[in-house]
């Protein structure tokens, strides 16, 4: 495809899912957290409706379209990142299922729909505007990282919005951040249902939490069992192993 790469871009495998993904190492490139996030959700096999908000480059998007044959709206605010994830998309030739928008997650339902979407993705900025843990000076990166134009709250209540009835949400997120994720769902009429924590091996403290809601829900939290990505040898766990890279001959 002519044009396909731009500057420092370049074009990397999915492997489990015999994709492949634009990346820069400047800009945007997708981390575990998209991986896992693709995989936690509940997505409908056959019809239906998802919408991935903070798509970045797209990934979340390419991940879920080998799991289901729904359609897939991608919302992501940042020109360069969207452009990204709309080539790749046309590279995959996934125009059909997966449609990329260029805007802000912030009333998007008012743009696109409110309550009819069967599941929404998040993968939301981490950090508070005014945290310094790492803190990367390139805007792009600044933006994808921190809340400095969206928080978890405006995410959550978007979120809720797009959602029909019973419609579920699922965010990745810092276990940090548990229980004002769990406030701002509550508050969006997003009850939690399942959560998961991942952890970077046994006996480490868990650096990432999974969570879905369903829309107006009861009350029924499910703890999932903890996932290890490494093992003590600094290898893959068999189970992340088959994430990134499918399932052994």
């Known amino acids: 495809m002519e044009n396909l790469l731009k500057e420092d871009e370049r074009l990397d495998y999915l492997l489990a899912e015999e994709l492949r993904i634009i990346q820069s190492p400047s800009v945007f490139s997708f981390s575990l957290d998209a991986v ?11 019809s239906g409706k998802i919408v991935d908000l903070c ?9 879920l379209s080998a799991r289901t044959k729904a359609n897939i709206v991608a ?5 360069r990142l969207a452009d990204m994830a709309h080539r790749s998309v046309a590279y995959n030739k996934l125009e059909e299922q997966i449609q990329i928008i260029q805007d802000d997650v912030i009333g998007i339902a008012s743009k696109i729909g409110y309550d009819k979407y069967d599941t929404v993705t998040c993968n939301p900025p981490y950090f508070a505007a005014n945290e310094a843990s790492e ?7 600044a933006i994808a990282r921190h809340e400095i134009h969206l928080t978890l709250e405006q995410a959550v209540q978007s979120a809720s919005e797009l959602l029909k009835q019973g419609g579920k949400a699922a965010f990745v997120h810092r276990p940090g951040r548990l229980l004002d994720i ?3 769902m509550r508050a969006s009429r997003l009850e939690p249902k399942r959560i998961q924590f ?7 403290e868990a650096n990432t939490l999974l969570i879905e809601g369903i829309k107006d829900g009861k009350p029924d939290l499910k703890i999932l069992p903890p ?3 490494y093992n003590e ?9 088959i994430l990134l890279y499918g399932q052994a001959e």
């Open 198 to 204: 991942v952890y970077p091996k046994e006996g480490k």
């Open 233 to 241: 040898d600094g290898k893959y766990t068999e189970e992340v192993r």
């Open 75 to 79: 919302i992501e605010l940042q020109e």
């Open 227 to 229: 996932l290890y990505v």
């Open 135 to 141: 803190r990367n000076m390139k805007e792009h990166l």
């Open 36 to 46: 896992l996030l693709a995989k936690f959700a509940y997505v409908p096999k056959r």
């Open 182 to 184: 769990i406030t701002a």
């Open 55 to 63: 798509a970045g480059n797209g990934a979340v998007p390419l991940f």
